[in-house]
């Protein structure tokens, strides 16, 4: 079984395995330099596989460190992902290049905003996060923004920097994935998408989020205002049907276009 997942998971690497070992710190490799050999390699891959290289929980399967309960230490690992690349991709193919700016809350290590950078290649990319720790991507098209989404006063002051306008062409909610939160950030953030636009939740919990679930599944049972309500569009959820969903109960994706 081992062997059997290594080698599906060796069909996703474009890289030497040797190369596995490499952070996504500038520091050490040049991915995100302009015209470098990543580049070159990177732009045609599918968004999947770019999960997969970037180690997000995104992909289907991805390599992690994890903790062994058995061997009582912690070990290299592949692992099962939420699976979203094909949704993502069936979503935004055809309209990769005209993507051209993008909010991403919740950016970790940058494994997903590293993704995207790749995927969507004309896209600037705005990160919202609480911490930039671990984070150690540097490309011209991604901008670090300390924005904590449960705070509205803190959202409201980032769009009114006027780097935001009128003018997302998609929304991630991948942060705190807490219902208020995500309410909060959708009340503030939906307006700012451009028509045709889509907003992703991710990783919704039918008992954690239930609220946020009720609204998605019937609008008129909204706490949000009537001129954000009046504006949702159609709508795709995808549910992930890996076994491990089962006992994780965060598996709902939801997409949310603006009319
Ligand atoms: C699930 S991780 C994001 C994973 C990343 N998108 C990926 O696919 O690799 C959640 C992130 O949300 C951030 N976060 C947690 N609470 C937050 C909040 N209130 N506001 C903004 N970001 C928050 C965490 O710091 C963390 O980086």
């Known amino acids: 079984m081992k062997k059997l997942l290594k080698d599906q998971f060796a069909k996703y690497i474009p890289l030497p395995e040797n190369n596995y070992e490499l952070d996504l710190s500038a520091e050490y490799h040049d991915y995100f330099k302009e015209k470098s050999y990543f580049q070159k390699i990177c732009q045609n891959l599918s968004l999947e596989q770019l999960f997969t290289m970037f180690k997000t929980d995104k992909a289907q399967i991805y ?19 939420h699976n ?11 309209n990769r290049k005209n993507i051209k700016k993008i909010i991403e809350i919740g950016s970790l290590e940058g494994g997903s905003t590293a993704a995207f950078h790749f995927y969507f ?5 705005h990160c919202l996060d609480i911490s930039f720790d671990r984070n150690k ?8 923004h300390y924005v904590d989404q449960s705070d509205e006063e803190q959202l409201k002051s980032f769009i009114n920097n006027k780097l935001i306008k009128n003018d997302l062409d998609i929304v991630i909610d991948d942060g705190s994935h807490k219902a208020n939160d995500i309410l909060i950030t959708f009340k503030n953030l939906f307006p700012k998408i451009k028509k045709n636009g889509w907003y992703v939740i991710e990783d919704l919990s039918k008992s954690w989020n239930k609220d946020v679930l009720k609204f998605l599944n019937n609008k008129k049972n909204t706490i949000l205002p009537k001129n954000v309500n009046n504006k ?9 049907e890996k076994s ?9 994706v939801y997409f949310i276009q603006k009319k």
């Open 121 to 125: 290649l004309n896209a600037k990319i």
């Open 84 to 94: 979203y690349g094909g949704t993502y991709e069936k979503i935004f193919q055809k």
């Open 137 to 144: 991507i540097v490309s011209r098209r991604i901008t670090k």
């Open 232 to 240: 949702i569009g159609r709508i795709f959820s995808k549910r992930s």
């Open 63 to 81: 390599y992690r460190v994890v903790y062994s309960h058995r061997q009582k230490r912690f070990v290299r690992s592949i692992v099962e992902g």
């Open 244 to 252: 491990w969903s089962k006992n994780n109960k965060q598996n709902y």
